[in-house]
């Protein structure tokens, strides 16, 4: 009996051992803290619009601690994202705000400052207004107006930092008036008159910082006249006269310091001739003609110092394009353009291309093209959102070409937009 008794409390502590044996191991192994584990996420990046990078999303799970009967219990959320974003310009045409006045044959250019003002023009009658275009805001600020309206007239950058405004078609007549616009208070003055009345003409500004304004059309004629305006004087004087009366012709200053004007027209007839003046002198000579004769055409002066001639109007409008070069005294024919075209605007880009934008052909045009001056080839590029002639196009501070209303044919526009090559 003492034997079974013994062997009984015996068993009963070998059980009681086992199951606390037992139950310790259970504890062990349903309690025991899972190891943390890292979980990594990636993003694959698209690099052609837009580039997306993700640091690694690290999660630590729980981690359990058992003291007697209290469990503490934390948790660490790891998540970093960050995006960037690439936007890429897209060459092309983007419509900007619009003018706050319609006007087509007036005039603008680019200040020191990075805007561009407008002024003048054509909208059922010339009007005196004017305006300032502010590439950051893309909008346009009326200021104030200039002391007579007009349109067909010439704006030049004085080397006071002014701008000169001459002549123009007012009302049925032709100015003898000009004015000064300051950039630095945005104010106009009078300044001396010219002596002879004149609109359809040009302006340039010679090395010695004069203006020269020749031909042009006035008291019911063609002009073959040329004036001086002094800066510092604000004086206008009489200088030598072109070989030829002319109107809506070029004008351009060479690297020489001399001044080329091509084509033009007396009447119905459009001009071939060409003649360059002397600033030294004061004397203009008449050079070889060019190739065709043309009115209302464009004359840019490019960066290898050639002269390239667009388009312009005879009987019909023209598509032909040729270069001057200074150094031979020579016109050669260079590849046409794409489109015939007058009374359009050609543009020197900073690469040295030339932008050629609208203008007419029996309609207005919305096509553009460029001109390779090294290969003496022509691209067709997008079209504009507006068809257009008689705009103008500025050269803004970040390279993008700003085109200002026009004409679509009968009516002024107010529309404004920006072309991008890069």
């Known amino acids: 009996m003492y034997y079974n008794q ?66 503490t219990t934390t948790t660490i959320p790891t998540s970093i994202s960050t995006s960037t974003a690439i936007t890429t310009q897209q060459p092309g045409w983007s419509k900007v705000n619009s003018m706050n006045h319609a006007r087509r044959d007036h005039a603008a250019f680019t200040l020191k400052n990075g805007k561009v003002l407008v002024c003048g023009g054509f909208d059922n009658g010339a009007t005196s207004s004017a305006e ?82 020749s031909g042009g059309y006035g008291n019911g004629h063609w002009l073959n006249t040329a004036e001086l305006y002094d800066s510092s004087t604000e004086i206008w004087t009489i200088t030598g006269s072109m070989n030829s009366a002319r109107s809506q012709h070029t004008s351009s200053v060479l690297r020489n310091g001399m001044v080329l004007v091509t084509g033009g027209h007396i009447g119905s007839d459009a001009l071939n001739s060409a003649e360059l003046y002397d600033p030294s002198t004061e004397t203009w000579t008449t050079i070889d003609s060019m190739n065709s004769t043309r009115s209302e055409h464009t004359a840019s002066l490019l960066m290898n110092g050639k002269v390239l001639v667009t388009g312009g109007f005879h009987n019909n409008g023209l598509n032909s394009a040729e270069l001057y070069d200074p150094l031979t005294g020579l016109w050669t024919i260079t590849t046409s353009m794409n489109h015939k075209r007058w009374k359009h605007t050609a543009t020197v880009l900073a690469n040295g291309k030339v932008l050629v934008i609208g203008g007419f052909e029996h309609n207005a045009l919305n096509s553009a093209e460029l001109h390779d001056p090294v290969t003496e080839t022509w691209t067709i590029i997008d079209n504009m959102n507006v068809a257009r002639g008689e705009h103008t196009a500025s050269v803004l501070a970040n390279g993008k070409i700003l085109v200002a209303g026009g004409s679509p044919g009968g009516t002024s526009l107010k529309d404004v937009e920006l072309y991008s090559s890069f």
Do not use: C
């Open 6 to 71: 013994l062997y009984n409390e015996n068993a009963s502590e070998k059980f009681e051992l086992l199951a606390v044996t037992f139950s310790l191991l259970l504890k062990f192994v349903i309690l025991t803290p899972r190891k943390p584990t890292t979980s990594i996420a990636t993003a694959t990046s698209t690099l052609s619009i837009i580039t997306r990078s993700e640091q690694p999303t690290i999660t630590v799970p729980p981690s359990t601690t058992q003291a007697s009967t209290t469990t």
């Open 132 to 213: 300032l275009y502010d590439p950051s805001t893309k909008n346009w600020t009326t200021i104030d107006s200039m002391n007579d309206a007009r349109g067909e007239h010439t704006v030049s950058l004085l080397n006071n930092g002014k701008f000169l405004i001459t002549g123009g078609l007012s009302n049925g007549n032709f100015l003898t008036s000009t004015e000064l616009y300051d950039p630095s208070n945005e104010t106009w003055t009078t300044t001396g008159n010219m002596n002879d009345p004149r609109g359809e003409h040009m302006a340039s500004v010679l090395i010695n910082g004069k203006v020269l304004l």
